[in-house]
């Protein structure tokens, strides 16, 4: 029972810019967490937000939750090469215990 | 250094074949999780467990089994693996309930 899903399913953008990737989901959450891939490796933590916060920023991250919408945005600025990798937002439904759901994850390609 | 390892990294077996990847964490967790990825489905729990003995079913647990006899490692175990099992494996373990998860490298399972 899939709940995370993504948007845009892949983007492309020059070097500089800025890029946004949304999530939505299903049920009431405890908190909601974005991961990045690299091809094919395994998923680093980028940042968490709690379900009673609303924004939340890391260096060149920022988070937003709306919980009465059921969405996330990840925005990512002034994007390098580097940041050339797959995103994927995670949730922890109130169903407790130690489920997590991902979603399909946005593509990211950054040009030089 | 804080980790998660699997292994193995790479396996081809045959249907029906018996098999174990194992995973260990040295970051004295309570929470590990086993999710498999597939092109365009995002990550699926397969079976998570909140500690040593407590483990439970996440949203595609057929044809897998879990043990979680010690507290640094949780092996996923494939009884009679089937074609459908071909996936990229990833163990994950967590501090609590919620949090990061911290994701091993990744275990790709070919099943022919």
């Known amino acids: 029972s899939q709940q995370g899903e993504e948007d845009p399913q892949a983007l492309s953008i020059q070097e500089g810019e800025n890029a946004t990737m949304n999530c939505s989901y299903k049920?009431?959450?405890?908190?909601l967490q974005w991961y990045r891939q690299n091809s094919g490796r395994g998923l680093v933590h980028l940042i968490l937000?709690?379900?009673?916060?609303r924004e939340k920023h890391s260096g060149r991250l920022r988070v937003t939750l709306d919980t009465s919408k059921k969405s996330s945005s990840l925005l990512i600025t002034a994007s390098r090469a580097a940041d050339t990798a797959s995103y994927f937002c995670?949730?922890?439904?109130?169903?407790?215990?130690?489920?997590?759901?991902f979603g399909a994850g946005t593509r990211l390609f950054v040009k030089a | 250094e804080a980790q998660v390892t699997q292994n193995p990294r790479y396996l081809i077996t045959v249907t029906g074949k018996k098999l174990t990847v194992t995973c260990s964490q040295n970051?004295?967790?309570?929470?590990m999780s086993w999710y498999r990825q597939d092109p365009g489905l995002g990550l699926r729990q397969i079976y998570y467990?909140?500690?040593?003995?407590?483990?439970d079913k996440g949203d595609v647990p057929e044809g897998y089994k879990v043990s979680r006899k010690e507290k640094r490692n949780f092996p996923l175990i494939l009884e009679s693996p089937s074609p459908n099992q071909t996936s990229l494996y990833f163990c994950?373990?967590?501090?609590?309930?919620?949090?990061?998860?911290?994701f091993g490298p990744g275990t790709r399972l070919t099943v022919t």
């Open positions: 994950a373990s967590s501090e609590r309930q919620g949090g990061e998860q911290y």
């Open positions: 049920t009431s959450i405890n908190n």
């Open positions: 937000i709690r379900s009673n916060e």
């Open positions: 995670a949730t922890d439904p109130y169903t407790g215990g130690f489920k997590t759901i």
């Open positions: 970051m004295n967790h309570e929470y």
């Open positions: 467990s909140m500690n040593v003995e407590v483990t």
